[in-house]
């Protein structure tokens, strides 16, 4: 099993910052790709953001610029920088982690952070 605790959540006013961090504890090998994904109320879950194992990324359109994803293997945690935050940036967000066992994928989820950014 692996556990993801996500940090960083909080109210920030529009055009604000926050830096959100998970860190993966337990059985952490074979970890390849790790994200980020949102929840608003009365929507569904979305992606936001993933880095591969080797550093690749890719973001969902509307954060493009605003948001960066990084990650320090070494202490198994992944960061979501956010700048320039929009009200329509509030939401829950979701850490993920992709563990690689064999022919399957077993997809972990941290118990979300709160975001809220006020206009």
């Known amino acids: 099993q692996v556990q993801l605790v996500e940090s960083g959540g909080g109210l920030v006013q529009a055009g604000g910052s926050l830096r959100l961090s998970c860190a993966a504890s337990?059985?952490?090998?074979?970890?390849?790709?790790m994200g980020w994904y949102r929840q608003a109320p009365g929507k569904q879950r979305e992606f936001v953001a993933a880095i591969s194992s080797g550093g690749s990324t890719n973001y969902k359109d509307s954060v493009k610029g605003r948001f960066t994803i990084s990650r320090d293997n070494a202490k198994n945690t992944v960061y979501l920088q956010m700048n320039s935050l929009k009200p329509e940036d509030t939401a829950v967000y979701y850490c993920?982690?992709?563990?690689?066992?064999?022919?399957?994928?077993?997809?972990?989820w941290g118990q979300g952070t709160q975001v809220t950014v006020s206009s």
């Open positions: 993920n982690a992709d563990q690689d066992r064999g022919s399957l994928v077993y997809r972990y």
């Open positions: 337990g059985t952490i090998f074979s970890i390849n790709a």
